[in-house]
């Protein structure tokens, strides 16, 4: 949830308060465009969710609009609605079931269809669904959706796979939409502060949990160390059947982002602004070097690998 919070925060300081930024969420029905939205709006907000007919539906937050259309099929009048929307929009994002292969030619169709009414915005298309065994190969559905054509056109693009259901990439990608959307103004902080950190098997079994800073704001933080060990225990347990997965939590002002990988399940506590997708990305390339050390029976220490690799992410006392 927290990179929704940081586009707001980033914002306000770049853009006029008032200015309004709206994303629009296309894909055939049962793309699993709702299931997304809700999955990145978890919980922390009270969405104003005003349904304008069976399949648009509106979520606001604050200076954000999130309009979710399901596309193939529609009547004209319902059509010029939508193009209206999509032509307005600051952002799209394409979803796209990789395992529907009755309607492939259908989602070819209309996502080039969409895209004829908006040719500046910013593109994000998400080949979701790919937890599923019948998932086609990524590379078939660049070919399919020609995504070389996309990418030689003045558009930003970025094309990737994802899961609703997993999480897995999800908010990496989304991270490189509101990257787009924030581009007029410089990212400030391209670094996290990290306030503590889990190491897991995937069996549940937990090998190591820490916590950076004094003895003082150790003590001041043992509480959120002990509430995301519980996190991380529940995601393990949703999770069991899935090899790869990932999450991100808000708790009061801070997040725990976890990440799932094979054998072992790895979790950070970073600050509420800080960009989650460098927590991700640190905690991925962390799980290579465990893993490895895991195959070779060495030893592993969480918490040192983490200050060698990412000293600038350590959180210092102020
Ligand atoms: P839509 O809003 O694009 O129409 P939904 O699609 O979000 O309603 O999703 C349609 C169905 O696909 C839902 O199942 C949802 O749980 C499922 N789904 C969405 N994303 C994923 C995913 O990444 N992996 C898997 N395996 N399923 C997903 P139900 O059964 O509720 O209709
Ligand atoms: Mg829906």
Known sequence: MSFLSRILKKQYSGFDSKSKRSIAIIGLDGAGKTTIINRLLKSEFNLVRPTFGINIEIYKYRSLEFIVYDIGGQTPLRE????????????????????????????VQEFYNTLTYNEKAPLLFLANKIDLKEAVDFNKIRSLF????????????EFTQCSALTGEQLFESWDWLTHQLLSK?????????????????????MLEEFLCGTPKTQSKHFPLLKEGNYEIQRFIKQMKNYQKAETLLQTGNKQLIIVKEDELV???????????????RILKNLHKKVAKKLANKEKINFQEFIQSDYPIDIYLEE
């Open 146 to 157: 020609n995504f070389n054509k996309l990418i030689r056109e003045q558009r930003k693009c």
């Open 185 to 205: 103004k410089e990212i400030s902080s391209m670094n996290v502060k990290i306030l503590g950190g889990y190491l897991y098997l995937s069996s549940g079994d």
């Open 266 to 280: 790895l979790g950070l506590i970073i600050q509420s602004d800080d960009p989650a997708a460098r927590a991700i």
């Open 80 to 107: 010029s609605l939508w193009n209206k929307f999509v032509a307005s929009a600051d952002g799209i994002v394409f979803v796209f079931d990789s395992a529907d292969k009755k309607r492939f030619k259908l989602a």
